[in-house]
């Protein structure tokens, strides 16, 4: 299953990999039978776009939390001890 990676390295954040048996699972969730090499070609055709996907997503997360925590400190929380 779909792997979330911990972050060795300080500064680095949210690392995950995708497998083939997410996309087996996903497809059995689904009602749709195929096999592992299936799953494979599926994989390698979508990696571009599931890489994209996971970017734009994670820019989105920043975006959204930097305006939560600007608020906050404006409101006098987040102190910068």
């Known amino acids: ?4 990676m911990e972050s060795t ?3 680095f954040f949210g ?3 995708w497998c083939t048996e997410d996309i ?3 497809a059995k969730e689904r009602g749709i039978k195929i096999s592992k090499k299936e799953a494979e070609m599926i994989g390698d055709m979508i ?6 996907a996971m970017i734009t997503t994670g820019w989105d997360v ?9 608020i ?3 409101k006098g929380g987040f102190k910068n001890d």
């Open 1 to 4: 299953m779909s792997e979330i």
């Open 9 to 11: 390295t300080k500064g």
């Open 15 to 17: 690392a995950v990999r």
């Open 24 to 26: 087996l699972h996903e």
């Open 47 to 52: 990696e571009d776009t599931i890489q994209a």
């Open 62 to 70: 920043i975006g959204n939390e930097l305006a939560s925590f600007a």
């Open 72 to 74: 906050e400190r404006a």
